[in-house]
């Protein structure tokens, strides 16, 4: 059976890693989340008091930074170096500076690289803001979801509530929104939709209407 490359990209809080992770599953493909290895370096450069806007000292930091992606039993782990990070890359202080660390063209060649080594010679399903126009540009499912603001912030607000912590619904909504400015006005490869992108509105769907709809336009690929 043919494997392929499924690329999908969106905004913040847009839901790509819950359903990438479904799609993986169902087709038993690796899931690599890129948005995470953005999140260890800049966990690392926050450790180590590195200035966001400093890319020769971030570049330098990232060659000494190994980020292993794992997937295990309870879902998917990160690490750094040999340590777990999977729950500190999520904080809201690394949150608040991935996109200023994301800016920075050296560093996204680096990770890129790194993001298409890991998907080389096999099925892979891979979330991020530039997989279909510049990590995977030959995906043959390339996939652009979207959902407005707020719902986006409603769902994160639902989500951290389960994991027992209250956040504030407006400043969820305002933290996605700086974000996505950031990431869709950086002139290295900007959060855009690419033009062969099948773009999802997920808005009113539930998670298993949207694994459904890429699951279909994997089957089309095939
Ligand atoms: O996907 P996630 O929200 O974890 O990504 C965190 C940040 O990493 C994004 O807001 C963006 O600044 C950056 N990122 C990126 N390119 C990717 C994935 C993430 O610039 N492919």
């Known amino acids: 059976e043919k494997q392929i490359k499924v690329a999908i990209d969106g905004p913040a ?9 479904i799609v993986a599953r169902e087709l038993s493909y690796i899931y690599i989340d890129t948005g ?10 926050l450790e180590e008091n590195i200035q966001l806007d400093d890319e020769r000292r971030l570049a ?24 777990d990070v999977t729950r500190e890359i999520r904080s809201l202080e690394v949150t608040n500076h991935v996109s200023h660390i994301a800016k920075h063209p050296g560093i996204r060649k680096e990770l890129v690289k790194r993001q298409q080594n890991l998907a080389a010679k096999r099925g892979v399903v891979m979330d991020g803001r530039d997989i279909g126009t510049h990590v995977l540009p030959n995906a043959e499912v390339k996939i652009f979801l979207l959902a407005t603001v707020e719902e986006r912030a409603k769902r994160r607000y639902e989500e951290n509530i389960k994991k027992g912590f209250t956040t504030s619904l407006d400043d969820l909504k305002k ?11 950086r002139e290295a490869s900007p959060l855009i939709k690419a033009a062969d992108a099948v773009e ?21 690929a095939k």
């Open 13 to 21: 809080a847009a839901g790509k890693s819950t359903v990438a992770k």
């Open 60 to 83: 330098n930091l990232l060659v000494h930074t190994e980020i292993d992606l794992i997937q295990g039993e309870e879902g998917q782990k990160v690490l750094v170096n040999g340590d």
């Open 200 to 220: 999802i509105d997920t808005t009113a769907l539930s998670i298993s209407e949207v694994a459904d709809l890429i699951l279909r336009e994997v089957a089309k």
């Open 175 to 185: 933290e996605i929104e700086q974000r996505d400015l950031i990431d869709s006005k």
């Open 36 to 45: 995470a290895m953005y999140r260890a370096l800049t966990l690392k450069a």
